[in-house]
């Protein structure tokens, strides 16, 4: 069973930066497929941003693309997410999340079995 852990969520205003960050343990970092998920109050939980076990592919959804940039360090066994040009409606609590998946291409928008604890991220206007 892999763990993560996440960190780096504050408060900031908009228009600022913050970078999340998810440290993985407990199996090789390398094999997994990993994603950045969002959850606001009141609201489902939705896809942020992807990354496949080679780091090469990526995919976002639509709202965060130009402002985010989600990247790996498999040598840290850590998964980043760059989040700049920030605004109110990204405020939530940013959740990463871990898939075994056998292509070193492969990226994966859903059905993620292992999850973090979660950091919040509140943007200010």
């Known amino acids: 069973q892999v763990q993560l852990v996440e960190s780096g969520g504050s408060l900031v205003q908009a228009g600022g930066s913050l970078r999340l960050s998810c440290v993985a343990s407990?199996?090789?970092?390398?094999?997994?497929?990993m994603g950045w998920f969002r959850q606001a109050p009141g609201k489902e939980r939705e896809f942020v941003a992807t990354?496949?076990?080679?780091?090469?592919?990526?995919d976002y959804t639509d709202s965060v693309k130009g402002r985010f940039t989600i990247s790996r360090d498999n040598a840290k066994n850590t998964v980043y997410l760059q989040m700049d040009s920030l605004k109110p409606e990204d405020t939530a609590r940013y959740y990463c999340?871990?898939?075994?998946?056998?292509?070193?291409?492969?990226?994966?928008?859903?059905?993620?079995?292992?999850w973090g604890q979660g950091t919040q991220v509140t943007v200010s206007s």
């Open positions: 999340a871990a898939k075994l998946i056998l292509s070193q291409f492969t990226i994966v928008r859903g059905a993620f079995p292992h």
């Open positions: 990354i496949s076990r080679n780091g090469i592919n990526t």
């Open positions: 407990g199996r090789t970092f390398s094999n997994y497929a």
